[in-house]
């Protein structure tokens, strides 16, 4: 089967278009496509596929599913006859002189696209089997969760089939009639002449409402729908290293079909709640150490908590402020790989606000001997024994 076309494009017009500009559009193709007015042999496909673009995009419920869904958007929730048989084809060509198009009237354009027969209009009650709509539910957990991965249960609404009636909406041991005023076409046909010639106009029977069958003893459950909406508790697995904006469907668990048809999807929407101490950057966790001044210059073990828990993690002498240590392996899981991202250590360098007469005599100490260092170039072992001497007892006083 042939890829649909983008039904923007179908039409020639823009997403931004409004609604008015997209009548005109169709108009002007319509009449340019229409089987009895083009003899071309592709006319008749091409009439189809600008009524059915229009059938979507003059209909704000429509269109506005299509733009975040797509096709398959729109294939899953409504049939044919809930496409075309939207379109108001006598308010849309009334005004422009065209009459019964030579095949009776606007009933033939209903031919067109379902083959002619099953009642008025071109097509029968609506009670094929539709399947039921896709549910989204927005899942938010912490960062421990989407790094070791969970099972949670999560509790939402959505529409089943009535038990008790088993979806007909008639009580048990009863069975819905045929419409006498549609006699189960589902259709009430109306004939109107004009200076143009006779319309022909379908609506959906008002008895029936559309679909061929009254109910005359409703199943007591639910005021005879059929339907109901109910809350159910449904188990998601969340996989290790789960990202923000993810999708993760559950078949089967939307709502439920009508007439028969098969359940919708669940799809539920990942959002990762931020964490007090870690930031994510896709595989890797960034962790900020704030280190006193003399473990960056004289080195250190240092305990360092991760994802997985502590681990140690020695800090090189000479260490930078702003400078980043990386212990491997301690980030997140790689959802669609093997291993794991590793833990980017940020170094802050935290300088003391307030200081004891012991820690400014070895403080002063140390800046005289860096002075002197400084000021003559002597950079000698001994200068350096010295320095590393002084730094030793600041660590002791600091410590």
């Known amino acids: 089967m042939a890829e649909k076309k983008d039904y923007y494009e179908v039409l020639g017009v823009s997403k931004s278009t409004d609604e008015k500009e997209i009548k005109k559009a169709y108009r002007k193709l319509a009449m340019q496509y229409h089987p009895d007015r083009n003899p071309s042999p592709d006319a008749e496909e091409k009439f189809k596929e600008i009524s059915e673009a229009y059938g979507v995009l003059s209909d704000p419920e429509k269109r506005k599913r299509y733009d975040q869904f797509g096709h398959a958007g729109i294939d899953a929730k409504y049939s044919a006859e809930d496409i075309f048989g939207g379109i108001h084809f006598e308010d849309i060509f009334g005004d422009m002189g065209v009459g019964g198009f030579g095949r009776g009237g606007f009933e033939s354009i209903f031919e067109t696209f379902f083959g002619g027969g099953g009642g008025a209009g071109g097509y029968g009650p609506r009670t094929v089997p539709q399947r039921g709509s896709d549910l989204r539910y927005d899942l938010h957990i912490p960062l421990a969760d989407a ?6 249960k999560i509790r939402l609404m ?4 009535c038990d008790t009636c088993s979806g007909n909406g008639a009580k048990p041991g009863t069975s819905p009639k045929t419409c006498e005023s549609c006699k189960g076409t589902g259709q009430v046909s109306q004939a109107r002449r004009t200076p143009f010639g ?34 159910k508790t449904i188990s998601v697995s969340i996989p290790a290293g789960i990202e923000s904006g993810s999708r993760l469907r559950v078949a089967g668990e939307g709502e439920h079909g009508v007439h028969g048809g098969p359940p919708g999807d669940l799809y539920v929407v990942m959002h990762i709640d931020p964490d007090p101490v870690f930031m994510r950057d896709r595989d890797n966790i960034l962790y900020e150490l704030p280190i006193r001044f003399t473990q960056a210059t004289l080195g250190d073990e240092v305990v360092v908590p991760t994802l997985q828990g502590d681990v140690k993690m020695k800090i090189p002498p000479g260490t930078q402020s702003g400078s980043t240590l990386r212990l491997r392996g301690k980030g997140m899981p790689k959802l669609h790989g093997r291993g794991k991202g590793d833990q980017l250590v940020k170094i ?12 400014r005599e070895l403080l002063t100490e140390l800046q005289k001997i860096e002075d002197k260092t400084s000021n003559t170039g002597n950079f000698s072992s001994s200068g350096d024994k010295k320095r590393k001497g002084i730094f030793e007892k600041v660590k002791d006083a600091f410590e």
């Open 348 to 359: 802050k360098i935290a300088v003391p606000k307030h200081l004891s007469e012991r820690e």
């Open 158 to 161: 959505r529409t089943e089939t």
């Open 147 to 152: 790094a070791h991965g969970t099972e949670t």
């Open 198 to 231: 006779q319309f022909i106009t379908s609506t959906p029977c008002r008895q029936c409402h559309g679909a061929g069958k009254v109910i005359e003893t409703p199943c007591g459950s639910y005021n005879g729908t059929g339907r109901v909406r109910r809350a």
